[in-house]
């Protein structure tokens, strides 16, 4: 099993300055540079201070200098948001400012407040359609004199300007759900990213399943697949409890921005109400702290050697969370020295 980082900046409030946020992100980056995960993956996001990312490539390049060793990942930027021919040629461009170090995730996009602005009309489908598009666009790009007819890029031949730095271009990832999606990314020799989000080890086990069917029926290597899962290390049983209650707060808010129903000023949904979060039983605390990887280190590790058992190969410990960063920190730091020595 091999672990990486998966944060991005978050603002709560208008009150925190963004360099200071920027300067806690590079701070956990760094932590986990130093602490030897394989990855660093940061998205794209737009328009959100829930998820500040407009750009993965810009901050990717900008950690290059505060990192030595961690692989550079987008985790992911959204296809339809790209031309194929830009995606490859910033994508190479990273790479080559990186000195090799990038990962490229690529993903249909989730939130429909992003698609009504960036692509007023654009339903998840056709999102996807745009994703299965343009990822395969990639490589040939790369390889050069690339020409296309299709269903929505059409271009004479065309070569990446830069090329990457890594011979074939950067690793590629499909974030993947149904089993429609596994089977594409695997089919085209991509590795695979799952989240199960709030829904636990069912989940978890339904999305390796999709994996597996779908490398039943590809004939050539097996590619990689990444589980991320939000993750706190806890320094005991209480601290695991509160936890618990910020992940419950995090996921009602994730919620609204998914529903896109509530009031945004300046960046930032309208405050939920303490009525509000506490009428969402589904994220209710106690099932965050069921089907999350929350607990003292003993507990995650058991909830990792599960993860790993069923194949997983790469496990990625998404951290935001609304936390601060002082309690980020530590349980990232409790995670690098007492649970990834425990598996070699």
Known sequence: MEFSL????????????????????????KLADEGGMRAIWTGEHHGMEFTIAPNPFLTLVDLAHHTKNARLGTGTVIAPFWHPIKLAGEAAAADVMTGGRIELGIARGAYSYEYERLMPGLEPWEAGQRMRETAPLLRPLWQGDCAHDGGYYSFPATTSAPKPLQDNGPPIWIAARDPNSHEFGVHQGFNIQVTPLWQGMEEI???MGRFNEACVSHHGPRPKIMLLHHSYVASDSDD??????????????FGAWFQNK????????????EDELAANKMMAPENMARDLTIGTAQDVIDR????????????????DSGMSFERK??????????????FG
């Open 6 to 29: 998966f944060a991005h900046m978050e603002r709560l409030t208008p009150q925190q300055p963004h360099e200071i946020l920027y300067e806690e992100f590079v701070s956990l980056c």
């Open 205 to 207: 086990e339904t999305l």
């Open 240 to 253: 695991a409890v509160l936890a618990a209650k910020e992940l419950s707060r995090f996921y009602c808010y």
């Open 262 to 273: 509530r009031a945004v000023s300046q960046g930032l949904i309208e405050n939920l109400s």
């Open 304 to 319: 990792i050697k599960r993860y790993e058992d069923l194949g997983y190969d790469e496990y990625s410990f998404w951290i």
């Open 329 to 342: 920190q530590a349980s990232l730091r409790r995670f690098i020295d007492d649970v990834m020595p425990a």
